[in-house]
């Protein structure tokens, strides 16, 4: 007899659980996003931080860019993306240029994100599909940014942990956390 109630509750469980898991996630891929744009800010905003101010013109070969290139073209980045995905139009800002020192880099670094955090919102999984205006005259899909902008983030995130190893650095993910 237990064995039977138990089976119908666990039987009842696995039908009601997907029902309950949708209800209580209306918008998983937004959601997905705006997490994954919060965890992103937090590793490349330390991984700037983590460069002492006079490794900012820093970059292992001639070709590549900067630690400070890769500030500022993530600021600039950063407002494009996450106002086309938002539907929000970025801040006016004075350009920053990589030589305008880590202070003013990771300081513009920060503004970006937070206007990131303010741009996605209210971003949710119904318009997905909708065709954005993108680099070029081109239009993608509001997914198709929001994939875009992840790989992009994740390559400099990349960068700078490289960039940091060799310089005798840890990257901020593969440090230890503090117990």
Same mark, same amino acid.
């Given at each position: ?46 991984? &700037? /931080? /983590? ?6 013109? =820093? ?15 993530? &600021? ?53 599909? /909708? ?28 960068? =700078? ?19």
């Amino acid at each position: 007899m237990q064995a039977r109630i138990y089976s119908a509750a666990l039987a009842a469980a696995l039908v009601l659980l997907p029902r309950v898991t949708t209800a209580q996630q209306s918008n998983p891929v937004a959601d997905a996003f705006r997490d994954y744009a919060r965890e992103s800010a937090k590793n490349l905003m330390a991984a &700037a /931080e /983590e460069f002492p101010a006079d490794k900012f013109s =820093y970059k292992p070969t001639a070709s590549q860019m900067s630690v400070g290139d890769i500030a500022a073209h993530l &600021a600039q980045g950063n407002d494009y993306l996450c106002g086309t995905i938002g539907a929000m139009k970025a801040p006016t800002r004075t350009k920053v240029a990589a030589t305008d020192g880590k202070d003013a880099l990771v300081a513009r670094l920060r503004e970006t994100f937070a206007f990131c955090d303010q741009a996605l919102a209210s971003l949710n999984d119904s318009n997905l599909g /909708e065709a954005l205006p993108f680099f070029g005259g081109r239009k993608m899909s509001r997914a198709a940014v929001m994939t875009l902008t992840t790989g992009d983030w994740a390559d400099h995130y990349s960068q =700078y942990a490289n960039y940091l190893r060799l310089n005798q650095m840890l990257p901020p993910t593969a440090k230890k956390p503090a117990m």
